[in-house]
């Protein structure tokens, strides 16, 4: 299994980044796809999530506006736009897989997520 993130970088306040996540290995469509961020420091938390169809989605209040997450299950991919970006938006962002039933409690919880990304890292200068 591998979930690979991409599309990380520098970027000014305010701007903008598209983060993406290809799958491989996993029945990509049958699995709730989320984001999580970890800045330096601090311990890993949610930024959003996507059900396994791609209709329903689910974010954190600091970027719920924001960031917007969407899913190509044909191509085994998840994207996650951000935008108005902050200096607090800088961290090493995850993309991780989980199979299970869809409810806020759970896809916000990093235990609940079977497979990670390696990361990518997205740095907001102000």
């Known amino acids: 299994v591998q979930l690979q993130a991409s599309g990380g970088g520098l970027v000014q306040a305010g701007g903008s980044l598209r983060l993406s996540c290809a799958a491989s290995g996993i029945t990509f469509s049958t699995y709730n796809m989320g984001w999580f961020r970890q800045a330096p420091g601090k311990e890993r938390e949610f930024v959003g999530a996507i059900i396994w169809s791609g209709g329903v989605t689910y974010y954190a209040d600091s970027v719920k506006d924001r960031f917007t997450i969407s899913r190509d299950n044909a191509k085994n991919t998840v994207d996650l736009q951000m935008n108005s970006l902050k200096p607090d938006d800088t961290a090493v962002y995850y993309c991780?897989?989980?199979?299970?039933?869809?409810?806020?409690?759970?896809?916000?919880?990093?235990?609940?997520?079977?497979?990670w990304g390696q990361g990518t890292l997205v740095t907001v200068s102000s």
């Open positions: 991780a897989a989980a199979q299970g039933i869809w409810s806020k409690v759970v896809v916000s919880t990093v235990g609940s997520y079977e497979y």
